[in-house]
């Protein structure tokens, strides 16, 4: 049965102030286990979760859904940013993609600064720990830590937590908190009771990351970087069930932009008495919400990314005839050529040297090297000195619809000409 539970703080010496001195009575709250629960969804509620499932279905699935893995990469720079705590947001996806292209091309050392080289390396890292434990024969405690330590590879206190932690109110004590998540004592069974539930298959994906993330959040079971674990969680489930193949849908940056809603579905969640209450099924049932509809929108934005990524290689294609044309050669390159394969690599490989064209593209150096130069002359890609004898190719296009994705994310408006951005974001693109 879910409960709070009185506790008391002592008094500390250490507080800044009188107030942060003083002891006091403060509740934990106990949430019921996971794995066993019985769940109670009205049809109304039922039938959104099967058509926001195949919706996601429907994109995942798409033969457009390959662009998607380009604009979740970049948008898993918001998470690299907070975990590495680099000061100045304003770190710029074509900055990112050059320090990426350095990790495969040893030849590229310019055009990037250091914080740019660092976040490429989060990246990387939460992208090898989140792909690893969505592939995992079985989740555990082991596995979701290993995440929680790529996420926060600086932090001090790795583990499990051993002390009680709280939700807002002061840094000194829990007394006059917002939420204060379970005992310490309880995390390790609550822990091990939610990668049970993770490993089964009793509810439909969304629900069952929708309710693996609430329960995460509310037993808070590290001393710092919960909310970026618990958002990685959610694209685990998904992956892990087969609803999407990569983190392609960015449901944790629209939970963020509606943070009130997010935090008002969760506060729902955490219901008290038993779980076959009234109370717990309105409570739960308010929260799945909440997320479905949040699964919807991130739908609905990345379903408008590719769109414009498929109307940007259209006029690409145009670009590329007219060009061709002048040239007095054929004006659609033949199949399977290293031109009509750069084509369709591009929106996953914005930024690419004659080096990792080869290897991308399986073919000749010479032939990279030909349609890159094509591609540029064309005026589809820009040539940029990554190095003394070294030349990059940016589809600077692509970034720029990248960012675009990014701030309209974050606006509640999911348009930045009505709401500006909720959050720092990069800046508009210019021309």
Known sequence: ???????????????????????????????????????????????????????????????????????????????????????????????????????????????????????????????????????????????????????????????????????????????????????????????????????????????????????????????????RVGRALIHTVLVRRGLTPAAVLPISLVLLTHSRAYLDGLNAYRYLGTPTSAAAKAGVSAWLATFLEAAAAATTQAGKFTDAIEDLTRNWQRRLAEYRSGQGVRSQPRANSASAKLLVALPEIPVLTTRTAERALGVSFPAARTALEEFAEAGILKRKQVDRGTTGYLANEVFDLLTFAERELASTQWDTRKVKPGRVVPARPQG
């Open 1 to 227: 049965m879910a409960e709070l539970h009185d506790e008391h703080w002592e008094p500390s010496f250490d507080g800044p102030t009188r107030s942060a001195r003083k002891g006091g009575r403060y509740r934990t709250y106990c949430p019921d286990e996971l794995a066993e629960r019985p769940l109670s969804i009205d049809t109304a509620l039922s039938f959104r979760a099967q058509e926001v499932e195949a919706g996601v279905r429907r994109l995942a699935t798409s033969p457009r859904s390959r662009c998607l893995e380009g604009l979740a990469r970049f948008l898993l720079r918001s998470e690299a940013l907070a975990s590495s705590r680099i000061e100045g947001l304003q770190v710029s996806a074509q900055q990112v993609a050059l320090a990426e292209l350095a990790q495969t091309d040893q030849t590229v050392t310019r055009g990037f600064t250091g914080n740019a080289a660092l976040v490429a390396n989060n990246i990387h890292t939460l992208k090898q720990a989140t792909t690893a434990l969505a592939a995992a024969p079985r989740l555990d405690i082991p596995g979701i830590d290993a995440l929680h330590h790529a996420l926060l590879p600086d932090e001090k206190h790795q583990g499990l937590r051993t002390v009680q932690n709280w939700i807002d109110g002061n840094d000194w004590s829990p007394v006059g908190a917002d939420f204060v998540p379970p005992s310490p004592e309880l995390v390790e069974p609550l822990m091990r009771d939610l990668a049970g539930y993770l490993n089964g298959g009793a509810h439909a994906p969304l629900v069952q990351a929708a309710l693996a993330h609430a329960q995460f959040e509310t037993i808070h079971p590290y001393t710092d970087g919960n909310g």
